[in-house]
């Protein structure tokens, strides 16, 4: 364990350099805040690269047991003072603990293999499930809608995300937030539209599309999986090209003046109609 003070510390700069998009991706790391999420981020296996927390606050109970985690992992434990931590997490009250930690993206094939393995004992390569769900988002935009669609992800037990195109970040601050630490528990793919169309043409599941254009009311169609639920961009929708990979496209009624949902809220409403019509639900 080391004690660092000084606000130009290189490791502190460059941890602060973390809340940066393209400083993140030259460096494969992200960071995440809070007792909650970083205990989360542990007990789910996740080894982190730098364990950061506030000198004093070493014999808290939940500080001392990360610490004894981080040691076992050989992660660089830093002790530092509130003006670092602000300094690090760009908050005037900052957590009293964070870590970065690698990103991990899930192999494409995740998502379109499922049912090549419905033999296999009810779990696919991956350990997914066949008659899963997985979530599609086309250039999501806001990582606020990105990280609550995750923690949604991981409550209903779709079995991961996949990103479309130009999307924002899961492994931004806002969206790791935003997800409450499901960031560490739903496997996140990213590929571009023409990736995801090539893959959908020999998908032996089922793929539904949410549309306003759509006439099909959400309740209505066959949801048995497998499954891809694709939901559309924020602003513009789904692209003609994705609406034309779905083998239906459904609609939340809109009863009142408002034209859409929220994408989070639509994706969640979604998901839980395909949880209700599984077995266990
Ligand atoms: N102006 C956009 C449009 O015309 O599609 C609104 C997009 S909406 C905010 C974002 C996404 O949420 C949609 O592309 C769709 O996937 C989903 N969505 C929102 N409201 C919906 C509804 N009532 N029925 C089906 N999908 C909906």
Redesign the pocket.
Known sequence: MRHINSLTNPVIKSLRALHDRKRRKAAGLFLAEGMRIVTEAFELGWVAQHLVFLEGREDDAMVRRLIKQAEADGTDIIMVSDAVLAKISRKDNPQMVLASFSERWADPENVFSAQLSTNLAGTNLAGTNPAGCWLAL?RVRDPGNLGTILRTADAAQAEGVVLIGECCDAYSVEAVRASMGAVFNVPVVAMTEAEFIAHAMDYQGQII????P?SVD?RSPDWQGPMIL?????????TDNLMNCANQL?????LGRS?????AV??GI?LYEYRRHQPEA
């Open positions: 086309d599309g949410t549309a306003l759509a959400y694709l939901m559309g961009n924020e602003q513009a929708g789904l459904i609609k939340m009624p809109m034209d859409s949902l929220n994408l639509a994706t979604a």
